[in-house]
């Protein structure tokens, strides 16, 4: 299995801008989740998904923040528009229903806000 | 209000030796423990994990201690190799929610 996938690894993009992140979960795994890692806070939980579903959106920071799962094999993390705060990197992970807390990590996007 | 937390921010051990990285928690509701490690520009990745209802698991040159009195874990690895050098997280879940909270990581460098 090629493990977790995140498009693209690296985005840079200006105040404002809308910005989309893109992620392929291991197949056959239940549960999908986004976190974002920063200096300040560290890796902190945005939202989770079960079979396609938004579970928890508490840590989504705002409402310029927006996560889709159309589908089990894909998943978006939207921003619009953009700020220089939102400059992190932003990870996803997933994980099967028989042990939903090991669960696998992407190797991130690193977003720049300029 | 941080409720998993690794105070030593970097931990320097000689390559042989023992390495231990601590972690304190505040959730009483966490079912699980996990440590996860981190090598530069990739995605943690899962190392070893007990059950609340656990005190000791041990995987290899791994071994996890969980002191719910205290709410205090530990990662022990022995001996430590030069491949071990990287930031460790150490990691809650459970509480009524299935995403991990994570501490702020340790950075840990294997001198030789």
């Known amino acids: 299995d090629a493990g977790v996938i995140q498009s693209p690894r690296h985005e840079v993009t200006e105040m404002g801008q809308e910005v989309t992140l893109r992620c392929k979960p291991i197949?056959?795994?239940?549960?999908l989740f986004w976190y974002r890692q920063t200096m300040m806070r560290g890796l902190e939980l945005l939202i989770y998904?079960?079979?396609?579903?938004?579970?928890?959106d508490s840590g989504m920071p705002e409402d310029r923040f927006s996560a889709k799962m159309p589908n089990a094999s894909f998943s978006t993390l939207k921003i619009q528009p953009s700020e220089p705060r939102d400059s992190a990197v932003y990870f996803c992970?997933?994980?099967?229903?028989?042990?939903?807390?090991?669960?696998?990590f992407g190797p991130g996007t690193r977003l720049t806000v300029t | 209000d941080q409720q998993v937390k690794q105070n030593s921010p970097s931990l320097s051990v000689q390559e042989g030796r023992i390495s231990i990285l601590n972690c304190d928690y505040t959730?009483?509701?966490?079912?699980?423990f996990l440590w996860y490690k981190k090598y530069p520009a990739e995605g943690p990745t899962f190392l070893i994990s007990?059950?609340?209802?656990?005190d000791k698991n041990e995987d290899g040159r791994f071994t996890v201690f969980l002191n719910k009195s205290a709410k205090h874990l530990s990662l022990h690895i022995v001996p430590s190799q030069p491949g071990d050098s990287a930031v460790y997280f150490c990691?809650?879940?459970?509480?009524?929610?299935?995403?991990?909270?994570f501490g702020k990581g340790t950075h840990l460098i294997i001198q030789p």
């Open positions: 959730n009483s509701m966490f079912d699980y």
């Open positions: 007990i059950s609340s209802i656990k």
């Open positions: 998904f079960n079979n396609n579903v938004p579970i928890d």
């Open positions: 992970a997933s994980s099967s229903r028989w042990s939903s807390y090991e669960q696998y």
């Open positions: 197949s056959g795994h239940d549960y």
């Open positions: 990691a809650g879940e459970g509480g009524g929610a299935d995403g991990l909270t």
